[in-house]
């Protein structure tokens, strides 16, 4: 399994292209699992098509990357969660070459995994798997949530898909990214991986390969982490 770990379907600008170019070929068959939003967002098959049918602003933002690399429409399948069951959902994922997860709710998509009956399959799957922010986090053991509107800071299980280290999507040296990177480098204990939006992480048979932006923190930079939260917060 090859594992891309993203923030936005940005993915086809230089910073990630010839990284992902060996990957991402021209006929390869992509199938896109938007299933990271809540239910304020899309409560029925209709409004999943309002929001994803062909054509749409998030259809078009999904798919215009894959174009970059030669990756034609017709080769782009998706999962709808109102539409397909496990066993078309099975389908599509027996005949693809790159799962692509999208950003969101975390906790969802997960429980949507579970409804359909695909998380073991998806564990087991021996192509690419790619996802962007929720996307990318639920492929780990374990990760936190820094908290936000809507979440409180808290550890939560994965797919385990990946595991020893954690990380940071959407980072922007800020204090409320600073102490969620705090926090989770207290509590875990593990590297964590922060993820500006022109950053992602490839990893292909456990090899890394930084994208972009993307560095490296461990517990040992705490005492410049608490630097920087002092100075964030207080001016000092």
Same mark, same amino acid.
């Not at 992902?20 to 199938?31: A, G, K, M, Y």
């Not at 397909?84 to 693809?96: G, H, P």
């Not at 799962?99 to 690419?128: H, K, V």
């Given at each position: 399994? /090859?594992? %891309?770990l993203l923030n936005l379907s940005?993915?086809?600008?230089?910073?990630?292209?010839?990284?992902?170019?060996? /990957?991402?070929?021209?006929?390869?068959?992509? !199938?896109?699992?938007? #299933?990271?939003? &809540?239910?304020?967002?899309?409560?029925?098959?209709?409004?999943?098509?309002?929001?994803?049918?062909?054509?749409?602003?998030? =259809?078009?933002?999904?798919?215009? *990357?894959?174009?970059?690399f030669g990756i034609n429409d017709?080769?782009?399948?998706?999962?709808?969660?109102?539409?397909?069951?496990?066993?078309?959902?099975?389908?599509?994922?027996?005949?693809?070459?790159?799962?692509?997860?999208?950003?969101? =709710?975390?906790?969802?998509?997960?429980?949507?995994?579970? &409804? !359909?009956? $695909?998380? &073991?399959?998806?564990?087991?799957?021996?192509?690419?798997?790619?996802?962007?922010?929720?996307?990318?986090?639920?492929?780990?053991?374990?990760?936190?949530?820094?908290?936000?509107?809507?979440?409180?800071?808290?550890?939560?299980?994965?797919?385990?898909?990946?595991?020893?280290?954690? $990380?940071? *999507?959407?980072?922007?040296?800020?204090?409320?990214?600073?102490?969620?990177?705090?926090?989770?480098?207290? &509590?875990?204990?593990?590297?964590?991986?922060?993820?500006?939006?022109?950053?992602? %992480?490839? /990893?292909?048979?456990?090899?890394? @390969?930084?994208?972009?932006?993307?560095?490296?923190? @461990? *517990?040992?930079? #705490?005492? @410049?982490? =608490?630097?920087?939260?002092?100075?964030?917060?207080?001016?000092?």
């Amino acid at each position: 399994m /090859i594992n %891309v770990l993203l923030n936005l379907s940005n993915f086809d600008e230089p910073w990630a292209y010839g990284s992902l170019e060996n /990957i991402l070929l021209p006929r390869s068959r992509v !199938l896109i699992l938007p #299933l990271s939003y &809540d239910e304020g967002w899309i409560t029925d098959a209709y409004e999943w098509k309002e929001r994803y049918g062909r054509g749409s602003r998030y =259809y078009e933002e999904l798919v215009r *990357p894959f174009r970059a690399f030669g990756i034609n429409d017709n080769d782009i399948s998706w999962i709808n969660y109102y539409e397909d069951d496990r066993e078309s959902s099975l389908r599509k994922i027996n005949e693809a070459d790159i799962l692509l997860f999208t950003g969101g =709710y975390p906790d969802w998509m997960l429980q949507r995994l579970y &409804d !359909l009956g $695909i998380r &073991d399959e998806i564990s087991g799957f021996e192509g690419a798997v790619m996802g962007m922010s929720a996307g990318a986090l639920i492929q780990l053991d374990e990760y936190h949530l820094t908290e936000e509107e809507g979440y409180e800071y808290q550890i939560q299980e994965g797919l385990g898909l990946l595991s020893g280290f954690d $990380i940071e *999507p959407h980072y922007e040296e800020d204090l409320h990214h600073i102490t969620g990177i705090i926090r989770s480098l207290e &509590d875990m204990g593990r590297p964590l991986i922060a993820m500006p939006n022109r950053g992602g %992480v490839l /990893i292909d048979d456990g090899h890394f @390969e930084l994208l972009g932006e993307s560095f490296i923190l @461990e *517990p040992k930079d #705490l005492d @410049e982490l =608490y630097a920087a939260y002092d100075f964030l917060r207080y001016g000092y």
